[in-house]
């Protein structure tokens, strides 16, 4: 005869979860349902008075040039960010995992940059590029390129995908490291004694075996291009010059809370995020399918 086991039903699970759903449901599924709300509102600067319009938020920003512009804007700043974080954290990861003396020091020093602040990261590009007093437009002045990312957006636009990148390298950085440290070290040996150089060792047997948080980080960066990149756009450029960094994160900004359309900024907030909820349903439906666990 089966016996079966009671277990008497305790609180203390749901107290121990409540903290999260409290600040889930205040953080994120309030102000997300606000947003969906005030996406179909004309409201005046001042949110004296509001019209229901149903659709029309959206229909104009899909027939606006500049929001159009600001889409296909986001679109190479995001890749251009993931390729070039994820790119150079594989790299300094894969020196930093044969490093026997100071390894510590080493691997603390690329962790750095990470506990700085958006904003503080971008003040440091700015005092770094500075076409009056930085070092680097003085050294390329020297070689006769004239750099001024006031003035020249394409400049602009490569400046703040190198600070964001950098900004996010270290967190990247971290997730290599240890994903190439759980490998075993046998494998890589029985690689080696079958006579494979280190560069056929790492794309033949290490790369593949970290592919699970390669595809972790390509959501993480994706996510972090689209959102958390405003305070370093917003302290190098301010979206300028021209609105040639001015990407949806930052024109929900400008529109809402300069230009006062209120209506408009949140129709574009609720496309920013259904744009990365269906980006990232993406990657785990057809993406996740090449990776190998």
Not at 21 to 31: A, M, Q
Not at 153 to 161: H, P
Not at 240 to 259: C, E, H, M, Q, R
Request: glycine share 6%.
């Amino acid at each position: 005869m089966l016996k079966r086991v009671h277990f008497p039903s305790s609180p203390l699970p749901y107290l121990l979860v409540a903290p999260q759903i409290i600040i889930t449901v205040i953080f994120f599924l309030w102000p997300a349902s606000q947003a969906v709300y005030q996406s179909f509102l004309i409201e005046d600067a001042f949110g004296l008075s509001t019209e229901f319009v149903w659709f029309e938020n959206f229909q104009v920003l899909l027939q606006d040039p500049l929001y159009l512009d600001a889409f296909g804007r986001t679109i190479f700043f995001s890749v251009s960010v993931a390729v070039l974080s994820m790119g150079s954290a594989l790299i300094l990861a894969a020196f930093a995992d044969r490093i026997v003396r100071g390894a510590t020091a080493y691997r603390t020093l690329l962790i750095w940059p990470y506990a700085i602040a958006p904003v503080l990261a971008g003040a440091l590009w700015v005092f770094m590029f500075n076409p009056t007093v930085g070092i680097f437009p003085f050294v390329l002045d020297m070689v006769g390129y004239e750099w001024n990312h006031y003035l020249n957006g394409s400049q602009a636009m490569l400046l703040v995908v190198v600070a964001a990148a950098w900004k996010q390298i270290a967190y990247n950085f971290l997730f290599y490291l240890a994903a190439m440290q759980s490998i075993p070290r046998s494998v890589i040996e029985a690689a080696a004694i079958d006579g494979a150089g280190p560069v056929r060792r790492f794309f033949d047997v290490i790369f593949p075996l970290i592919s699970p948080t390669t595809f972790f980080l390509l959501v993480i960066n994706a996510v972090y291009a689209f959102f958390d990149t405003f305070g370093i756009i917003h302290a190098v450029t301010q979206g300028g010059p021209a609105n040639s960094t001015t990407i949806l994160v930052y024109k929900v900004f400008n529109d809402g809370f300069v230009g006062l359309d209120l209506g408009g900024s949140a129709a574009q907030s609720v496309i920013l995020m259904v744009l990365v909820i269906a980006m990232t349903v993406v990657q785990f439906r057809y993406v996740e399918r090449k990776v190998e666990y």
